[in-house]
């Protein structure tokens, strides 16, 4: 079975600038598709010297405006630019363009004899840069018309269901003759599982040059190669994810592809986005998703899509671990053991018994929290800004709850054996701490508080720096984060996790 090929899109202003990112990315690329349209001027003129210059296939595209490209000047002078570029292509292969990319509108017959001349394959492409395209087997029929042509579809999803119809679609097809690509965040299943869409390649961008094809959002192919293992994922790979919305950062795939790779597993993980949660499960069902990881905002809407969850989903009302058994959907909750074996390292302790735990915040990850320290027998105080949710989370684990400022002062003295900071004020925050990024301003640590903040960007989060400068014991949330993924792991693999220095 032929395994796609990774082509580095090439988008700079001169053929130096590109060439010199052919030769940086050169050890993990196949293809360099030349995006003559981002060229200046003078440089168009010099095209057909790339494919020498490059020395390995390389594919001419010079994309107009409508199509999402840089080429303004009208079809006859890209009739002439392409005409340049191939007809006078030497007959030595190392001088000639392997592929040409014309739309399917394009159709000028000198310019396919030419290439069909030069054996210059045609990448023979729709872009629909605003929308979904349907029907998308019968449009890729359509768009071959001879055997030397390789259709291409790519397009702009709305929602992750688009994504799925485009898997479905790609089932009907016998060969992998063909590009098939959902543009955009959303689209970055149909990126890195281009083998189950049986393409024949997928298009990359150095970061360098990322800004220019931004909405596309092409991986880099370091990323793809080394976070994605991209050359050994194939038709049979087990898939496993993470869903969430934006889901703009996160370390989850790094931390279980260094993990499925470690232990010889063809398995990949992958980011399914999505703003809608019940768009994740046919998807999911769609490419054989065995199990995935859930954050922010789908935790708990998550639940009403679940065939069954365990004891501590059910008493936490959150779910961060979906896996797929016999055709069934499975909940559990990683984040309150991740958090309990985090916190117990750090302190040293081996429960909370006898301990008065402060906990602020009461959001999402607070339920999982508290959930813990009440497993761990802590007693326990809540306190938030908006009072009624500090209540209602207290009442569920027998704690006091109280309004998150000034006024609270002595009562968060007596719970300050151990402070838990779980509000995102501190994240992404910069020093030095002030009532801005640290929630609890207006306390001042006697130096024997242990303070865990389950923010971990930055490091030292405000409220660590000011702790710690009056002595006390401080961490942040990493090891939490790095413990619930290796449960999620062992769930999703039945196999423990090692720490493998992602
Ligand atoms: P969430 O459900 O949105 O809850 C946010 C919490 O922060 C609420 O208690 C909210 O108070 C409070 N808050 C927000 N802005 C505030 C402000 N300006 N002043 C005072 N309180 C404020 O979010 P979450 O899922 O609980 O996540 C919270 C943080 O924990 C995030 O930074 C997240 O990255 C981090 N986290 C870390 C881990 C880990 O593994 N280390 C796991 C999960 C989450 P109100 O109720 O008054 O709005």
């Not at 007959?91 to 210059?120: H, M």
């Not at 069902?285 to 922010?296: A, N, Y």
Request: hydrophobic share 40%; net charge neutral; proline share 4%.
């Amino acid at each position: 079975m032929d395994r796609p090929l990774i082509c580095l899109t090439l988008t700079g202003k001169t053929l130096l600038e590109n060439l010199t990112l052919v030769n940086k990315y050169r050890s993990v690329i196949d293809v360099a598709e030349l995006r003559a349209d981002f060229l200046d001027d003078d440089e168009r003129l010099l095209i057909r010297k790339f494919p020498l210059m490059a020395g390995l296939p390389c594919i001419l595209t010079l994309r107009r405006v409508v199509d999402g490209g840089q080429f303004r000047e009208g079809e006859a002078a890209r009739t002439v630019l392409f005409a340049r570029a191939l007809s006078f292509a030497g007959e030595e292969n190392a001088k000639t363009f392997d592929y040409v990319d014309f739309e399917e509108d394009f159709r000028v017959p000198s310019l396919q004899d030419v290439a069909l001349a030069f054996g210059t394959k045609i990448i023979r492409s729709v872009h629909c840069m605003d929308g979904p395209v349907s029907n998308i087997t019968e449009r890729l029929r359509s768009l071959r018309t001879t055997s030397y042509e390789i259709p291409k579809i790519a397009f702009m999803p709305h929602s992750l269901s688009d994504v799925t119809k485009l898997f479905a679609e790609a089932e009907q097809m016998n060969d992998n003759n063909h590009i098939l690509i959902a543009m955009g965040p959303l689209g970055a299943p149909s990126r890195i599982l281009s083998a189950k869409l049986k393409n024949y390649l997928t298009f990359t961008s150095a970061p360098e040059l990322a800004s220019n094809v931004g909405n596309l959002a092409h991986f880099d192919p370091i990323t793809l190669n080394e976070t994605y293992h991209f050359k050994t994922i194939d038709r049979d790979t087990d898939v496993f994810g993470i869903t969430g919305w934006p889901l703009n950062a996160t370390s989850s795939p790094v931390l279980h592809n260094t993990a499925y790779r470690a232990h010889n597993m063809n398995a990949v993980y992958v980011p399914l986005r999505s703003e809608k949660i019940g768009d994740v499960f046919p998807l999911a069902r769609q490419i054989g998703v065995k199990g995935f990881s859930v954050t922010i905002p789908h935790k708990e809407s998550v639940l009403g899509y679940l065939d069954s969850v365990d004891e501590h989903v059910a008493e936490i009302g959150a779910c961060n671990t979906v896996v797929e058994k016999d055709g069934s959907w499975y909940g559990y909750n990683t984040d309150w053991s991740g958090f309990k074996r985090s916190l117990l390292e750090f302190t040293g302790f081996k429960n909370l018994r006898g301990k008065r735990v402060a906990i602020i915040g009461a959001g999402g990850a607070a339920h999982a929290i508290a959930y813990a320290v009440k497993k761990l027998h802590g007693n326990a105080c809540v306190f938030n800004r908006t009072l009624g949710k500090a209540r209602a989370l207290a009442e569920k684990f027998g704690f006091k709850y109280a309004p998150l400022g000034p006024d609270s002062v002595h009562l968060l003295k007596r719970y300050s054996d151990v402070i838990i900071q779980t509000t995102s004020k501190g994240m992404n925050a910069s020093l030095p701490a002030d009532e801005s990024n640290d929630p609890i301003y207006f306390y001042e640590f006697s130096g024997k508080e242990k303070v865990f903040d389950i923010v971990y960007v930055p490091e030292t989060t405000p409220v660590m720096a000011r702790a710690s400068q009056a002595g006390c014991k401080v961490c942040n949330g990493y090891e939490m984060l790095k413990y619930q993924g290796w449960e999620q792991f062992a769930l999703f693999t039945g196999v423990e996790y090692n720490d493998y220095n992602e």
